[in-house]
């Protein structure tokens, strides 16, 4: 899942991003309601997580205008501000989560699994596909009855790919979902990760199919 957060605190923003980098999620984080604007025009992200009171522009603001021009994008109210008024108004405003600081990062990222799930309308972090068991939340992998071990960037693929089954990803889109954007990485990334991830599907019914001058194909072969 590629997430922005949109916080002015510096220290609790580069903690969470951190914590969303080691739990396998890019994470990308600016300061303010209008520099989120020019990201979001310009870039698709799965899910905001938004603070309320910021430089400017409010959080509020900025959700009313999403939702205005029609943005679904799931978004995740972050806040010191805790009265029932103020849920009450991002939630109608057209928040799909509401979490008041100081929080646990196991809830929060737990909450923004829920709210993937929920818009890919599935119920369960474990994903089946025939003889191949992927579970979202611990980043493990069974192919029939053995345990697969992934690496971080595996397991951001492998994840990415079953979200988008019978789908052409470019690499410039696989890219884009596996790294921020202050992260550096080489053009042969993506294919050396898909290489290894490759080889450790073999034997399941999950297929990555090279689509020549498009992109990348996952397909489960019955």
Known sequence: MRIL????????AEA?????????????WCGSAESAEGLLAHQGFD????????????????LQQLRSRGDSVPV????????????VSALDLGADDYLVKPFDFREL????RALLRRQQGVSSSELVCGNLVYNSAT????????AVELRLRESQLLELF??????????EHIANQLYRFDEAYTP????????????KLQGSVLHIKTVRGLGYLAHVDD
Do not use: M, W
């Open 5 to 12: 957060l949109v916080e002015d605190n510096e220290p609790l």
């Open 16 to 28: 969470t991003q951190e914590y969303f980098r080691d739990q396998g999620h890019p994470l990308d």
């Open 47 to 62: 899910l905001l997580i938004l603070d309320i009171n910021l430089p400017g522009k409010s959080g509020f603001q900025l």
């Open 76 to 87: 995740l109210v972050l806040t010191a501000r805790a009265e029932v008024d103020d849920r």
């Open 109 to 112: 990222i737990a909450r923004c």
């Open 139 to 146: 980043s493990s992998l069974r192919i029939g009855s053995e």
């Open 162 to 171: 079953l979200g988008s089954l019978d789908r052409i990803l470019t690499k």
């Open 188 to 199: 042969n990334a993506v294919e050396q990760t898909l290489t290894r991830l490759r080889k």
